[in-house]
């Protein structure tokens, strides 16, 4: 008589190993997974970033600035030529000041960056500013907006921290004094900002506005190798940007 095939299960060792290799797999899946998304994730921050910073661009290119919630009177202190602003619980233009442009200041190691409207003189000696040292460039007060980086972007660094976006002020023409319309094209200026515009703002600003390279500001984050960077002109554009997402971390 012939025995039947003998069944058989499996040992504790070969169950072990089996739930070792699953294991391993299932993390592998995981991290798989997880890394995708923390790119995806990164890849929606910093172009959020930069729409953000575009915002700022094209509001100053349309003459656009967010009011206080107070409203602010700005008028001149004739003996010093230093605008001056006051609380006026209303909203409205001063006839004596005129809105020149968005400083966005940023900090190393931050989500955060923080953007300000700037004023400046509208007239001197009588006739429309022409220049930026003629304008006396000055931050509103209250004026103060703290936006948020998406999605663990952090700001890591530029050879500067603020940049300026600013309407071209109407220049002279000849002997005759007469004023040609002024553009609204947004020209752009990079400065260190601790607090206040810088005492030697208005003079180099002509000088170093718009530079040729542009300027570079790199986004990263904690959770992927990647970094974005985003470049604000460059290539004889004006105030335009630009962003290219890197496979390392900023440097």
Same mark, same amino acid.
């Given at each position: ?35 995708? %998304? ?5 890849? %929606? ?10 915002? &700022? ?45 968005? &400083? ?24 429309? &500013? ?113 962003? &290219? ?7």
């Amino acid at each position: 008589m012939k025995r039947g095939i003998e069944s058989r299960g499996y040992t504790i060792v070969e169950v072990l190993i089996f739930l070792a290799v699953s294991s391993a797999l299932m993390v592998s899946a995981f991290t798989l997974i997880s890394g995708s %998304q923390n790119k995806a994730s990164f890849t %929606q921050g910093i172009n959020d970033a930069q729409q953000q910073i575009n915002t &700022v661009i094209n509001n100053v290119s349309n003459g656009y600035y967010s009011e206080t919630a107070n409203g602010q009177s700005c008028k001149v202190d004739p003996p010093t030529g230093e605008l001056v602003f006051t609380p006026t619980g209303a909203k409205g233009t001063s006839s004596q000041c005129i809105f020149l442009g968005r &400083v966005i200041v940023f900090k190393n190691g931050e989500n955060t960056f923080t953007v300000y409207n700037v004023a400046g003189r509208r007239q001197v000696n009588n006739r429309e &500013v022409s220049s930026m040292s003629e304008a006396k460039p000055t931050l509103i007060p209250e004026s103060e907006q703290v936006f948020q980086l998406k999605n663990g972007v952090t700001f890591k660094g530029s050879d500067l921290n603020a940049f300026g976006f600013f309407n071209g002020l109407a220049s002279t023409a000849g002997v005759s004094d007469q004023l040609n319309s002024g553009y609204q094209q947004a020209s752009f200026y990079g400065f260190s900002f601790n607090s206040g515009l810088p005492n030697n703002f208005s003079t180099n600003y002509d000088s170093g506005k718009d530079p040729a390279g542009g300027y570079n500001l790199c986004f990263d984050s904690g959770t992927t190798n990647q970094s974005g960077l985003i470049t604000i002109g460059g290539s004889s554009r004006s105030a335009t940007s630009t962003l &290219v997402i890197k496979g390392e971390s900023c440097t």
